[in-house]
């Protein structure tokens, strides 16, 4: 079965660092997507990697401070976020692309992984 788990989230003061990895297997991607979700709040991309390029993609509310990056075996995959905030309070998931389509949507992803929470406090 295709299976993507995350791992690493946790409470955290704002200005800390944390880093999330998530696991793929049973099938290859195009890539590897982070999202995040926070109550009452849409899905919101935070960052992709692709796999035969290894261009990675950052949404406007975390680039400078998020990397997302892989092992040598391109698994798993890291998402290493630093200078945390308050507003970076979300549950994270994992997705693998199956497309080649708009690595920013929702709609590129074919599966998910069941989140983690991460809890950024003032």
């Known amino acids: 079965q295709v299976q993507l788990v995350e791992s690493g989230g946790g409470f955290v003061q704002a200005g800390d660092s944390l880093t999330l990895s998530c696991a793929a297997s049973?099938?290859?991607?195009?890539?590897l997507g982070w999202f995040r979700q926070a109550p009452g709040k849409e899905r919101e991309f935070v960052a992709a990697?692709?796999?035969?390029?290894?261009?990675?993609h950052y949404g406007d509310s975390v680039k400078g401070r998020f990397t997302i990056s892989k092992d040598n075996a391109k698994n798993p995959v890291y998402l290493h976020m630093n200078s945390l905030k308050p507003e970076d309070t979300a549950v994270y998931y994992c997705?693998?692309?199956?497309?080649?389509?708009?690595?920013?949507?929702?709609?590129?992803?074919?599966?998910w992984g069941q989140g983690t929470q991460v809890t950024v406090s003032s």
């Open positions: 990697l692709s796999w035969s390029s290894g261009y990675t």
């Open positions: 997705a693998g692309r199956t497309r080649a389509t708009d690595y920013r949507r929702r709609e590129s992803y074919d599966y």
């Open positions: 049973g099938r290859t991607f195009i890539g």
